[in-house]
């Protein structure tokens, strides 16, 4: 099946600071979907983004469908953007409604 | 998007017994879903929940283990059977926008401890 893999891993930053948070796919995609899980674990949809560039806020997505990856930009991070992101995918052929999702970024922002 | 209410939120159960855990919507949807996250682990989906006919389970995942009922297009309901330690986890139900291949969202989940 496809493989779904997020880097960095584990990432603390200072707050005010930026970070690139990447996620590779290892097969064409129907689309791509970013989220966030809070310390509580409550998952929140951030972007749908099969592909090019969304912004909302401080945070902003970029898909490269034909490379595989995609972005997720945090700006001016805040303690309050702390817990995982994962992005998940959709296939294009042979996963009925499945999304797959990545291994996860574990962010920490401290004051 | 839709309002997902899930309960209960967290429990706390004797292996051998079993636990019924339900998802209403606030609006009808189509696609409704159950996933499980292990702890420390990324998404896994358990199965898509069918309005009015059985589950479509993924890979490593049985009807006997994990029944679901979706009678209608605004709730279902996921029961984890005859629990080990292994399957304490947390168990989310999710609902696309529209149609196939849309954004998904989650309910808040319900975190299971076994002991």
């Known amino acids: 099946g496809i493989q779904v893999e997020q880097s960095p891993p584990d990432l603390i930053l200072q707050e005010g600071a930026n970070s690139t948070l990447r996620c590779n796919f290892s097969?064409?995609?129907?689309?791509l979907q970013w989220f966030h899980q809070n310390p509580w674990g409550q998952l929140i949809n951030l972007f749908y983004i099969p592909s090019g560039t969304k912004q909302n806020g401080r945070l902003s997505a970029t898909t490269v469908a034909t490379e595989r990856y995609s972005l997720l930009y945090i700006s001016s991070s805040q303690t309050t953007d702390s817990g995982v992101y994962f992005c998940a995918v959709h296939i294009l052929t042979g996963g009925g409604n499945k999304l797959t999702f990545g291994t996860g970024t574990q962010l920490k922002v401290e004051l | 998007s839709a309002v997902i209410s899930q309960k209960p939120s967290r429990d706390i159960c004797q292996r051998g017994t079993s636990l019924t855990i339900q998802c209403q919507v606030d609006?009808?949807?189509?696609?409704m879903f159950w996933y499980r996250q292990q702890p420390g682990q990324s998404l896994t989906l358990i199965a898509t929940a069918n309005q009015g006919s059985e589950a479509t389970y993924e890979s490593g995942f049985v009807i006997d283990k994990f029944p679901i009922s979706r009678p209608n297009l605004t709730f279902s309901t996921l029961t984890v059977s005859n629990m080990s330690p292994e399957d304490s986890s947390i168990y989310l139900c999710?609902?696309?926008?529209?149609?196939?291949?849309?954004?998904?969202?989650f309910g808040n989940g319900t975190r299971l401890t076994v002991t």
């Open positions: 999710s609902v696309g926008e529209g149609q196939y291949n849309s954004p998904l969202h």
């Open positions: 609006s009808q949807v189509t696609m």
């Open positions: 097969d064409s995609v129907n689309n």
